[in-house]
């Protein structure tokens, strides 16, 4: 069937400025890490990709791990890219990273040159594409001098292959050595990429300080803590869930009884405010303007829709922050 989007798609989405750079994000931005590798159904995530588009959703977000197994969800997207979005690459932002253990041997994971700029050019081929809009250090390598990991940055911007680079799962302090060395390379540090949600409140230890007086982006992954601040576990464990899949890090070892009683808690203070308890986490992390946009997955279309409403209300009373705070003590 041939995929026309939605003539209306740019209606209701916000599109946010990326620190002092000239690019701007949806508020909120789609990760293809899990839903979209060869083990998932190829007419539900396409379904999820023309949901997202038709919905003002212009920012996707890979690795060249990202499947399982690794590389297919680039090979699955840039399938999908060609032959659904053909005609539509410059409405886009794709961004992908290296870091991770990807091939075999000493130059497929960390940061050195070798492997980043072989990686992108590995995940280029999987995409069928000439250039990323964004590429990322997926994590800093505490062996490799920064120097020769922003060196290789600012090489695959200068090759063309890149049109921006950002860093992800840096702590301030290397965060902030980052910045300066790309700053001094000309090729500017567009944004970071951390864990942030209402259970992972790290960045608000210096990173978001941080990244706001530096004129840096700030784009929260696994802001629904992988699914736990949903509705999905308030009644058991459900068979089509992350946490029953087992394919990743969330195990059920994390559905604490204390945690569950939280997610109850939330669940209550969300429908207070309308709103779904996705909803409720996905604005909670946007009331900052130092959020460029919160990067959700989704593993059907209808969540994608039940998430995307967190834009509808994303101003909260000095009183409903002191009740969230009070829950997640
Ligand atoms: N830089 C890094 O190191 C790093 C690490 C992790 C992720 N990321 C990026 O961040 C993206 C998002 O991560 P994530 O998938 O963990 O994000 P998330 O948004 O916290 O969790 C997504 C999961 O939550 C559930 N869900 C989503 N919307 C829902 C809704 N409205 N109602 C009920 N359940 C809902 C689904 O779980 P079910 O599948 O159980 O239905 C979905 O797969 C990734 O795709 C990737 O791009 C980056």
């Known amino acids: 069937m041939l995929y026309q989007p939605s003539p209306g798609r740019y209606a209701d989405m916000p599109y946010r400025r990326i620190g002092r750079s000239g690019l701007k994000l949806p508020a909120v931005s789609l ?7 060869d083990v998932d159904v190829l007419q539900n995530f396409r379904a999820i990709l023309h949901r997202a588009f038709d919905s003002g959703v212009t920012h996707f977000d890979l690795a060249n791990n990202y499947g399982p197994p690794p590389g297919s969800a680039e090979t699955n997207f840039g399938r999908i890219l060609k032959q659904d979005f053909r005609g539509y690459r410059d409405e886009l932002v794709i961004s992908t990273k290296a870091g991770y ?30 250039y990323v809009d964004i590429f990322y250090s997926h994590r800093p390598d505490p062996e490799t001098p920064l120097e020769e990991t922003m060196g290789a940055l600012d090489h695959v911007v200068r090759q063309g292959k890149a049109l921006y680079v950002g860093i992800s799962n840096y702590a301030p302090r290397e965060a902030a ?17 951390p864990k942030y949600s209402m259970f992972e409140r790290g960045p608000e230890n210096g990173l978001l300080d941080l990244l706001g007086q530096e004129g840096v982006g700030c784009i929260p992954f696994s802001p629904l ?19 029953a899949k087992g394919v990743g890090f969330l195990t059920e070892t994390q559905l604490t009884e204390a945690r569950l009683s939280q997610i ?12 779904s308890l996705a909803q409720l986490a996905l604005s909670w992390i946007l009331r ?30 000095p009183e409903e922050l002191e009740q969230i705070e009070a829950v997640l003590g």
């Open 31 to 37: 990760g293809l890490w899990h839903n979209f590798g």
């Open 101 to 130: 253990h990807m091939w075999e041997g000493p130059y497929g994971e960390w940061g050195s040159r070798k492997y980043l700029v072989s990686s992108l050019d590995q995940s280029l081929r999987r995409m069928k594409l000439d």
């Open 177 to 193: 050595e980052a910045i300066r060395i790309l700053r001094e390379l000309g090729t500017p540090c567009l944004i970071h990429q």
């Open 225 to 243: 803590a992988q699914g736990l601040l949903t509705n999905k576990y308030l009644h058991g464990i459900p068979d089509d869930s992350r946490v």
């Open 264 to 275: 109850r808690q939330l669940n209550e203070l969300a429908q207070q405010r309308n709103q």
């Open 288 to 317: 900052d303007e130092r959020i460029t946009s919160v990067l959700i997955g989704a593993s059907k279309p209808e969540q994608l829709t039940d998430s995307l409403r967190c834009l509808d209300n994303l101003q909260f009373s």
